[in-house]
């Protein structure tokens, strides 16, 4: 079962506050159409009863994928409550196998489900990541979009100048980098739990 919240909001546009019902769990085993609306975006929007602008819903969530064993946790960031999750991660009968994941953004975990959707895996997404920013000599914040055609071809973008640069990756680049952590029980170990896989989690291994 998916669940709801009930929650205050004040619109970014005309500052008038409304309630809206956003979810906090979103179980995509019992409610499928769920995924779509997490992966293009809408299930965190709620429209302004007052002047209609659309406004990002900042409400911490767990997205449960029961077939995929996929928990994702939108955390509200405070430490307490992410070791409090950490726990029962480890110590629910039933998760050893889940790969469970944390983000901090609706924009990360938008992410995550794209990654897991297309079939890859996350951690050899972000070496992917960090060997394309080395390509392109700059530390942007690159985002998985999803895979084309026979090759599978990778589409990432990043912000640039107010604009969102787009750019293509050969698969076989994803391949080299999942062989790369294929070879690394070290990096493997640090995938298991309720873990964060970004930037941060490539840097101790390769900054
Ligand atoms: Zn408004």
Redesign the pocket.
């Known amino acids: 079962m998916s669940r709801f919240d009930v929650l205050s909001m004040r ?6 506050d ?1 309630e809206a019902e956003v979810y906090s769990l979103v179980n995509v085993g019992d409610d499928p159409d769920l995924k779509a609306s997490v992966m293009d975006g809408t299930l965190f929007v709620r429209r ?6 659309a ?1 990002l819903v900042r409400h911490p969530v767990l997205y449960h994928d029961p077939s995929e064993l996929l928990m994702i946790w939108l955390t509200d960031g405070a430490p307490a409550s992410e070791r409090t999750a950490r726990e029962i991660f480890i110590s629910t009968p039933g998760l050893e196998q889940y790969t469970g994941r944390l983000v901090d953004s609706v924009g990360d975990l938008v992410e995550k489900v794209k990654i897991f959707d297309a079939g890859l895996d996350d951690a050899a997404m972000e070496i992917c990541k960090y060997v394309t920013k080395q390509e392109l000599g700059r530390d942007v914040p690159l985002k998985f979009v999803r895979t084309d055609g026979a090759d599978n071809e990778i589409t990432m973008t990043y912000p640039e100048g107010g604009q969102m640069q787009i750019i293509a990756v050969g698969f076989n680049v994803y391949e080299d980098c999942r062989a790369i952590l294929g070879r690394n029980p070290a990096m493997q170990e640090r995938t298991r739990g309720l873990v964060r896989i970004d930037p941060a989690w490539v840097a101790q291994f390769f900054g």
């Open positions: 619109c970014s546009a005309c500052s008038s409304f302004c009863p007052h002047c209609g602008a406004n």
